[in-house]
Structures are given as structure tokens and as C-alpha cells.
């Protein structure tokens, strides 16, 4: 929409007043707030902040990306949300919080999981992106969708202590081009090199540090006020409060847009991020039912959960524990002449130890509890607490 | 000596050392010797041909080292030199 046909009522003049008498900002600066569609996607730690301050700094249409359901879990960052909104759909209950603190704003909904068949579609109609995503699959996603559409991609990423935040693919006022996430790194780690989730965790104020940092980022990009940090990366430690900012370039070999592309539609992201290579290594399974019937019917077997003694406290359904960073030292305690049943929370932490104990130790006797204790919790035991 | 400053999640292979004092001439030998001491860092740090992981940044004050001069980036004792690994949230 062209600047010249946006208005502001007076209640909107009022409400924006602290952002209008800045003298670099003013009405012009407010004006492209609410002519800008911002994506933000993930609603979780990193998109709650940037969600919050973006509707009230006024930009004028939002779209929220998330398949997710509020979980318990989720509150101890995730700002956006609160008890009363727990197994409903974060994008549901987002427009909800957010529609509350500023009604001038106009929201779309994307309550879907983020994919190569959809990405372009979705990102087509919006001016700047902000990717708050949790995994590096959707990371490389958002980053050539992007690329390929020509939008800025206000980058933010969190583990445990460490925040990052850069602006990708921005084009300057000289028309000059910056680097993206392709260029700073060319390809993800493989799985086997990042713990998962539950052994990560994530300091909770941390999202929020970097999620508004993003959020002031996109204000910059549309807003044109100020030096946006492209070709910039910044990393923030909390742990011992340094933080520093690095100068980063475009590549000749970037496979999106260097030199000699070779990338010119989105591809498997998954299999780029060597997931694949993981799945295709089967292990037998057991559902949560099949599990139940073993308890009660008297089958001899063992049951070994590999979880973190503080998630054992919260729930537990009779196995063994012995986390996973520990399984190889206990290995020679793991019954060989009856089924063994080994579990998580979701199954994850669990295929990775049967994948250990087969290795190195030729066990032929492991099944996987199919969804963890979470599908336990949902199919035989919904007394328990679910985290 | 230049300082390293390990990234939190490999601080684990470093008995909990956020910062390293290293004795060295090139950005090269500084893994080198880190790798030496503590072993861990290795599958960290290199691929099995002994070149740095390219989801492994190393900068060299401001700068990231595939600008500079790579592996063979010249140290000094006011050199700071930060290893940042690429991370994407809670979920991998």
C-alpha cells in the first residue's frame, strides 16, 4: 500500500506518540509500521517477544507461522501465552494476546508446520521475515525461501546461553546485497553432533533478550532508521554477559546466490541436514499400549528409562533410569536373554541409546518406546504429569 | 599468548574454560594445540580430513578467518580469537 493512503485515526496518533516525537523516527518512520506485512515465524521463545513488541510499535499486518499446540513447558519462555490457553493452538491463542494489546493491527494465521511445499506460498505476500524457528532443517528453509523471494530474513537463534542475531539478505541504500545464513555456515551440523531438545534447554529470559532484538531489527529494516546489522552477526554470551559483533561476507560458493548457483527451488531440508540418514536406520519399536499389555500380563522384561533424573521426578513409569550420557558405562547391567524396552519423553534421547548399545555392544534385544512417555502419559496413564 | 573464547556448549570439553591462553603463531596451530589438550573438542572442531567443520566459525578479533588468510591467519598476543558453532534452538 502506498504510504500516501495510509491515514492514522487519533486514537492511533495517541498511541504511537512516544515513537512519533522521536526526532530520527517520526510520523514517516510510523507510517511504513503500518504500511509493513511482517512474517514471524515460530511463536515460541524467540517469536513471543518479537510478536509482542512488533504489534504494539504498530507494524500493520503480522502473519504468525506455527503448527504447535501451548504446552506447560512452553510458559517458562514463552511470554505470548498463558495457563488458560494450554493445548490450544499458539496461533490462536497469539491473536488472541495480541489482538488485545493492539487492535490496529491485522493478523494471519498460519497454524501449519513451515515446509518446501508450502514456504514460498506463505512467504510470498510479506515484506520482511523473522525466523524464530527451533531446528536447523527450517533454518536452511527459511533462509533460501527467502533468497529466492528477495526478502530480508531478520535471523535469531538461542542454546542454552548463547543468542546470535543477524539480518540476512538485506539490500542496502546503496543497492549492495549482504550475506546470509549460507554464508556465515555453509552446511548444518549432523545430528549426532547437537544434542536434542531435552538436553539442551534454553535459558528463559535468553529468547527474550534476542526475540526483542529481532523485533528491533525489523522495525529498522522497514523503517529505514538506523544501520540494520547486515553483514553483522552478533552473539551474546549471558552466561558471562560478553557480547560481540563480527564482521561477516557473502560467498562466491554459495549454492542459493553466489557465483555459479546451484540451488534454484527449495529442496529436502531434512535430508540436507543429514536427518534422513538417521531414519533409515530402523530399530524394532513398541507402542504404549503393547507396553501396558507386557506390564500386566507378567512378560518378563526390563524396562530402562535414559532420561535426566529431574525429569524422572516428574513423571516415571517403572523403568530402570539411566540417562543416556551414561549408557555405555552400564551397558554390561543391560539384560541380553529377555526383551529390553528402552524410553524418553518423546523417543528420541531413546533411539539414540539403542543406537549406542548396537554398536558398540551388539545388543539384538532393544525396542523403542514408540512417542516416549509422553505417549504413554496420552494412551495408558493420563494421571501423570505431562512436561 | 592469544586468547580463545569457547562457546558455552563445548565448555564441557574444556573443564568449563571459557577462556584459553594459547602459545601460537597461526590460527592453525591454536586448534591444533586446543585439539591436543582437550581431545573432545576434535569431532568438534574438524572433519575426519582435519579441516575445520563448516558449521564451525572462527573469528579472528572481528573478522571470521575465510576472509582472512583461513588456517594460516598470522596470532599475536593481543590476538582474541572466537569459536562460534552454529546453533538453531532447542530442537535440532
Not at chain 1, 533409515?280 to 526390563?302: C, H, S
Not at chain 2, 592469544?2 to 590460527?27: C, D, M, S
Not at chain 2, 586448534?31 to 564451525?56: M, N, Y
Not at chain 2, 571470521?64 to 598470522?74: C, G, M, N, S
Request: charged residues 25%; contains cysteine.
Amino acid at each position: 500500500m502506498a504510504l500516501s493512503n495510509i491515514q492514522f485515526s487519533k486514537a492511533e496518533l495517541a498511541r504511537y506518540n512516544r515513537h512519533i516525537i522521536i526526532p530520527e523516527f517520526g510520523e514517516e518512520a510510523q507510517l511504513k509500521l503500518k504500511a509493513a506485512r511482517v512474517l514471524i515465524i515460530g511463536s515460541g521463545g524467540l517469536g513471543s517477544p518479537a510478536l509482542l513488541y512488533l504489534t504494539a510499535a504498530g507494524v500493520g499486518t503480522i502473519g504468525i507461522v506455527d503448527f504447535d499446540v501451548v504446552d506447560d513447558s512452553n510458559l517458562q519462555r514463552q511470554v505470548l501465552f498463558d495457563i488458560r490457553e494450554i493445548g490450544k493452538p499458539k496461533v490462536e491463542a497469539a491473536k488472541r494476546r495480541l489482538e488485545a494489546l493492539n487492535p490496529y493491527v491485522n493478523l494471519i494465521l498460519h497454524n501449519t508446520h513451515i515446509n518446501s511445499e508450502n514456504a514460498l506460498e506463505i512467504i510470498r505476500d510479506y515484506d520482511v521475515v523473522a525466523d524464530g524457528t527451533d531446528n536447523f532443517p527450517t533454518r536452511y528453509l527459511v533462509n533460501d525461501a527467502t533468497l529466492l523471494l528477495d526478502k530480508p530474513n531478520v535471523y535469531g537463534s538461542i542454546f542454552q546461553f548463547d543468542g546470535q542475531v543477524s539480518v540476512f539478505n538485506y539490500v542496502n541504500k546503496n543497492g549492495v546485497r549482504g550475506p546470509n545464513y549460507r554464508d556465515l555456515y555453509p552446511t548444518p551440523p549432523p545430528p549426532g553432533l547437537v544434542p536434542s531438545c531435552a538436553e539442551g534447554g534454553v535459558l528463559g529470559v535468553l529468547p527474550g533478550i534476542i526475540g526483542s532484538l529481532q523485533a528491533l531489527e525489523v522495525i529498522k529494516v522497514i523503517t529505514g532508521v538506523g544501520e540494520p546489522l547486515s553483514g553483522r552477526f552478533y552473539t551474546f554470551d549471558a552466561l558471562n554477559f560478553e557480547s560481540r559483533t563480527f564482521n561477516i561476507k557473502r560467498r562466491d560458493d554459495n549454492p542459493v546466490n553466489g557465483k555459479n548457483p546451484t540451488i534454484h527451488k527449495l529442496i529436502d531440508y531434512e535430508q540436507f541436514c543429514g536427518m534422513r540418514a538417521v531414519e533409515e536406520k530402523p530399530v524394532k519399536e513398541i507402542t504404549a499400549r503393547d507396553l501396558y499389555n507386557w506390564q500386566v500380563t507378567g512378560k518378563l522384561f526390563k524396562l530402562i528409562d535414559v532420561r535426566e533424573p529431574s525429569e524422572y521426578q516428574i513423571a516415571q513409569i517403572g523403568g530402570e533410569l539411566i540417562p543416556l550420557a551414561t549408557i555405555a558405562e552400564h551397558a554390561d547391567q543391560i539384560p541380553r536373554d529377555i526383551d529390553v524396552v528402552i524410553h524418553c519423553k518423546s523417543g528420541a534421547r531413546s533411539l539414540k541409546a539403542i543406537h549406542e548399545l548396537e554398536e558398540k555392544f551388539g545388543f539384538k534385544n532393544l525396542y523403542n518406546l514408540k512417542g516416549g512417555i509422553l505417549a504413554y502419559i496420552d494412551q495408558v496413564q493420563p494421571e501423570l504429569t505431562r512436561y | 599468548m592469544a586468547t580463545v573464547i569457547i562457546p558455552t556448549p563445548l565448555r564441557k570439553f574444556t573443564n568449563q574454560t571459557a577462556r584459553l591462553q594459547v602459545e601460537a603463531g597461526t590460527v592453525g596451530e591454536i586448534i591444533e594445540k586446543i585439539t591436543f589438550d582437550f581431545p573432545e573438542l576434535k569431532k568438534h572442531l574438524l572433519d575426519p580430513q582435519g579441516s575445520i567443520r563448516s558449521f564451525v566459525n572462527i573469528f579472528s578479533g572481528d573478522d571470521d578467518i575465510r576472509d582472512l588468510q583461513k588456517e594460516k591467519t598470522p596470532v599475536n598476543e593481543s590476538s582474541v580469537i572466537s569459536i562460534i558453532p552454529a546453533i538453531a534452538g532447542g530442537k535440532y
